[in-house]
Nanobody
Framework: QVQLVESGGGLVQAGGSLRLSCAASRSIFSMDAMGWYRQAPGKQRELVAAITSGGSTNYADSVKGRFTISRDKAKNTLYLQMNSLKPEDTAVYYC?????????WGQGTQVTVSS
């Protein structure tokens, strides 16, 4: 079992920045992969950014150059630095992890970008 707790969401103006955090209940380096997803009202959940156990990253085209995924081994925490935010980034953001073939999800944190 893995518990994931997100924090850092909120309301920000367009062009602003936020950093999301995801605290894991066990070593994040034991995960096969971790990532951030988002779901806007009326839309499907989509992958925003992911990082493998080896450190390889990938990003949705819509956030490349603006968002950065990173992790802190000592704190067992995954981050998503979001810069140059746009109104279309408004969504609930979820932290996800996969280990031993099983997926785990956090409860989500709301990000709202005003124009």
């Amino acid at each position: 079992q893995v518990q994931l707790v997100e924090s850092g969401g909120g309301l920000v103006q367009a062009g602003g920045s936020l950093r999301l955090s995801c605290a894991a209940s066990r070593s994040i380096f034991s995960m096969d992969a971790m990532g951030w997803y988002r779901q806007a009202p009326g839309k499907q959940r989509e992958l925003v950014a992911a990082i493998t156990s080896g450190g390889s990253t990938n990003y949705a085209d819509s956030v490349k150059g603006r968002f950065t995924i990173s992790r802190d081994k000592a704190k067992n925490t995954l981050y998503l630095q979001m810069n140059s935010l746009k109104p279309e980034d408004t969504a609930v953001y979820y932290c996800a992890a996969r280990t031993m073939g099983s997926p785990y999800w956090g409860q989500g944190t709301q990000v709202t970008v005003s124009s």
